[in-house]
């Protein structure tokens, strides 16, 4: 069982390069999101999706794009990396009821020099 | 706003012997789901227990159990006999519906070190 995919698992980029970190899901949940992690800050929501077409804003989306391109897949694009976003990028995903839990992918590391 | 808050950034526990973990919420809301994970140093993220807003009793898998008392809003995590392996990075998390779907908020997290 796949679960949550995310690619890359590393990265470091040059500050002001563009990259989109991919997400895909195969167990039909509407619910998608993005988190950035970061030492004694816990997780941060950057971005959800409640279904297809749909995104919005968490806690800390500024610097940041996404698409929900289908019901699968929801990528996070970083246009001009700053070295405040590295990070560790975590997607996860779930079914829309209250009492289930997320399902995480396994995480990308970020560097931006 | 929601928010999760957990107050001990790092814990001690002996081996075989039981620890709570700190986490206390906000929230307005009437219906609210609570969560725990465990992150290991290897980084994935580990659904562990639930408790739901309405429910009335402390939910229990295996080991861990969660000490849920709403009027105070918190939902303490209790891991009995701990062991080796539950040294871990350790995260509080609330879903809670918002107009545009269902959000899941994280706590800082508590990092647990289980000694001999």
């Known amino acids: 069982n796949a679960g949550v995919t995310q690619t890359p698992k590393f990265q470091v980029l040059k500050t002001g390069q563009s990259m989109t970190l991919q997400c895909a899901q195969d167990?039909?949940?509407?619910?998608m999101y993005w988190y950035r992690q970061d030492p004694g800050m816990g997780l941060r929501l950057i971005y959800y999706s409640a279904s297809e077409g749909t995104t919005d804003k968490g806690e800390v989306p500024n610097g940041y794009n996404v698409s929900r391109l289908n019901k699968r897949e929801f990528s996070l694009r970083l246009e001009s990396a700053a070295p405040s976003q590295t990070s560790v990028y975590f997607c996860a995903s779930s079914r829309d009821s209250l009492n289930t839990e997320a399902f995480f992918g396994q995480g990308t590391r970020l560097t931006v020099v | 706003a929601q928010k999760i808050t957990q107050t001990q950034p790092g814990m001690f526990v002996q081996e075989k012997e039981a620890v709570t973990l700190d986490c206390t919420y906000d929230t307005s809301d009437q219906s609210y789901g609570l969560f725990w994970y465990k992150q290991p140093s290897s980084g994935e993220m580990i659904f562990l227990i639930y408790?739901?807003?309405?429910?009335?009793q402390n939910a229990t898998e295996g080991r861990y159990s969660l000490n849920f008392q709403k009027a105070r809003k918190s939902a303490n995590l209790v891991i009995s006999a701990s062991q080796l392996g539950d040294s871990a990075m350790y995260f509080c998390?609330?879903?809670?519906?918002?107009?545009?779907?269902?959000?899941?908020?994280f706590g800082t997290g508590t990092q647990l070190k289980v000694e001999l």
């Open positions: 998390a609330m879903r809670h519906l918002t107009g545009g779907g269902n959000k899941l908020t």
């Open positions: 167990m039909n949940h509407n619910s």
């Open positions: 408790q739901g807003s309405y429910d009335e």
